[in-house]
């Protein structure tokens, strides 16, 4: 036999022994419990969410994933501690629509928003609500808007702090409206919408688990939702696209990541479990709740997807100047 022949032929062997082990390996994965990392502090929608597919999760890989909450920086600090962890799929993170985001707010991140990440899929998504008090003369959104520009800088919104995704979606309105409304920070949603419905600021914006209880119960008026598409929990209320600043989207959005380097076989392991858990019917009811839609996009989708979002979101947070410490 040739000598290249022998050679071709024993790395032909190599790469189908690797192959097979690499395929066993994510087959039997896992064999100890997976981490999930949570960027924000315990109860909150994230958190909330991240337990309920763990949930899900233990029934698939046999062993309950391991929840730990690291909150602070806007989810740096999280997301730092996932890029030192070994890319083996024992520890992933469950992201908001604010990672990709990051890096215009802060001056040096410590690492870099895609090549440092292995994306694995959008989980879901959900609008945030414009809210008045009932009693409101501010009917419409484009009532709204006559009234910021006729009287640049006379109207405010509260929202629950800098650099959320409530303080987004109304830089976003400004900027795409051409208006200047006012952002007042909260310490959370629930007090920005108190001081709207106490007549201390005209306008709150919210995500919809603060606000949908309320606008059914008529204390506050919905005049907008920020997705593109109604939402089945609000569904009476329009879009601001509706309104007439086309292509507006501002949704909160959830996702799982993982270190950078981890294996193509190992990524659609997870993948695959993470749809299994969006058919979930106690996951289902948990995004319901949530005003949320399931996604579950492929990892190629979803890293695309955040790309676009730092495009898209990149001119609205340079023109508000928005920066973190």
């Known amino acids: ?27 039997s994965f896992p064999t100890k419990p ?43 600090i999280a997301s730092q501690a996932l890029t030192q962890s070994a890319p083996d799929g024992y520890t992933l993170i469950l992201v908001a629509s604010g990672h990709p985001l990051n890096q215009f707010f802060y001056p040096k991140l410590p690492y870099d928003t895609f090549k ?73 949603g629930a007090p ?17 688990p603060e606000v949908v209880g309320q606008i059914e119960g008529n204390v506050v008026r919905a005049l907008a939702v920020t997705t593109t598409q109604r939402s089945k929990a609000l569904p009476d209320v329009p879009t601001i696209a509706e309104a007439g600043i086309a292509d507006y989207d501002a949704a909160v959005w959830w996702g799982v990541l993982g270190p950078a380097g981890m294996a193509p076989d190992i990524v659609a392991r997870i993948h695959a479990d993470l749809a299994a858990a969006l058919k979930d019917p106690v996951v289902l009811t948990a995004l319901e709740k949530m005003g949320a839609t399931p996604v579950g996009s492929s990892p190629s989708d979803f890293d695309a997807f955040m ?15 928005i920066k973190m410490q």
């Open 116 to 188: 440092d990440f292995t994306a694995i899929s959008e989980i879901a998504y959900s609008p945030l609500a414009i809210v008045v008090s009932k009693d409101s003369p501010i009917k419409t959104l484009g009532d709204l808007l006559t009234t910021a520009r006729a009287k640049p800088g006379s109207l405010s919104y509260g929202m629950s702090g800098n650099g959320t995704s409530a303080h987004l979606a109304g830089q976003m309105l400004n900027h795409m409206a051409k208006v200047k409304i006012q952002s007042i920070p909260y310490k959370g």
């Open 34 to 76: 997976v981490r999930i990392l949570v960027p924000y502090a315990a109860g909150g929608a994230v958190d909330v969410l991240a337990r309920t597919l763990g949930q899900s999760l233990s029934k698939t890989w046999g062993q309950q994933p391991v929840i730990e909450n690291r909150p602070g920086a806007g989810g740096v």
């Open 192 to 208: 920005a919408l108190t001081a709207v419905i106490a007549g201390e600021i005209p306008i709150s914006v919210n995500p919809l």
């Open 307 to 321: 790309r676009a979002e730092a495009k898209k979101w990149e001119p609205v947070l340079k023109e508000a100047d």
């Open 1 to 27: 036999m040739p000598v290249f022949s022998r050679i071709f032929r024993g790395l032909f062997a190599v790469a189908v022994l690797s192959l097979t082990a690499a395929s066993a390996h994510a087959q």
